[in-house]
């Protein structure tokens, strides 16, 4: 997990893993869903006042938690889309998570986000 902490400053440092009110990047290309969602609850364990995401604004540590529940939600949805025998068409026009869609890029990247989680989980889901 790329984090540092800097406990006098109840800060942790957390770049490119944990986002503030967005979703994901893009098609999360190199994302192993379940690893980056345990790595996400490793740092809500962790005692901080302010998260320093590397991009964009600086959090909380409701902010870990916010993301970490968008991941999971993205995961579960799409899961349930696969395990259905949706197509990853069929999952994009359906899935819409809209308790996330005052974040930044829901619009742009949610679809993506779907695109990436549904390879990750075609691959390595076993009936």
Known sequence: MPELTFPAQRVVFAVDFIL???VAFRNLSDACLPDWIDSIRAVEAMDFDTLAPG???LGTPADVTAFREYMVDLWTAVGAAVKA?????????????????????????????IEGAYRHFALHWRR
């Open 20 to 22: 503030i009110k967005a």
């Open 55 to 57: 991009h964009g604004q």
């Open 85 to 113: 025998g949706k197509t990853l068409e069929e999952a994009k026009a359906e899935i819409k998570l809209p308790k996330y869609e005052s974040w930044f890029r829901y619009n742009e990247f949610l679809p993506l986000n």
